[in-house]
């Protein structure tokens, strides 16, 4: 913001000695036209004022100015506007189009059902950062990971229920499987699920820690998806960095591991891993 303003005021002596120029211009050598502008000025001037009459009699009478009510509204824009501009500076336009973000061929789509306890139909306007998670279900599967979020439409809308899903799951071995498309809203992260990504990854065991292919898999899938949405690692995020949540409990235990999966994120976009497929698929 600081840096804004004083960009403004460097300007600001070319913009006066600019202004001077076209002023002189108008009095000097170009006379005629600075008169007509003069008299316009007059005119104009006469005009308002006695509209400013008019509207002074009018106000006994029926009531409401409109024009007092128009300039109220556009001052309220205004203040709307610039309060906007100086609590948030400017925000560069999202130009992803995640319509368009595709998955690696041996990433499998298989989308659970729209309903509201999982897949609650709302589109995501921008994805400011990817998610990582591990489903704290020691040996379950991808496809049981999958099934399990598509089930939940079976809750009773009525009773409540669980809600829960995620776009992607990584399975023991490797295999991938795409639950939604990623410029729809999962269930996974509260308060961020409006403008994240999340991937849930499966585990052998109770520490959480992946198996290689599953680290693998996803080293490629997270770096495929960071190329497609303008992201680097520094917008890959535990899903303890949203809200404290254990999870994935191995890289919230092993702080330098969780370093090293983002290093290998890095590695992988600069060599486009995910071309190769994943590790024994
Ligand atoms: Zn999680």
Known sequence: MDKERKSMAELDPEELARIRRVTLGGETSE???????????????????????????????????????????????????????????????YVVDLKAVEVPSWVEQDFIRKNIFSRPDVTIQRVNNIVIHYVANPGSTARGNRDYFDSLADQDPQAGGTSSSSHFVVGLDGEVIQCMPVDEMAYANSPRNSDTISIENCHPDETGAFTQATYDSLVKLTACLCDQLDLTSKDVIRHYDVNGKECPKYYVDHEEEWERFKQDVDQAVKSRAWENGPEGA
Do not use: C, H, N
């Open 31 to 93: 006379d005629t036209e600075g008169a007509k502008s003069r008299r316009a000025r007059q005119s104009a001037s006469r005009r308002s004022r006695k509209r400013g009459s008019a509207r002074g009699k009018s106000r006994g009478g029926s009531g409401v100015p409109l024009g007092g009510l128009f300039l109220a509204l556009m001052l309220g824009i205004g203040a709307g506007l610039s309060g906007g501009y100086y609590m948030w500076g400017y925000e560069k336009p």
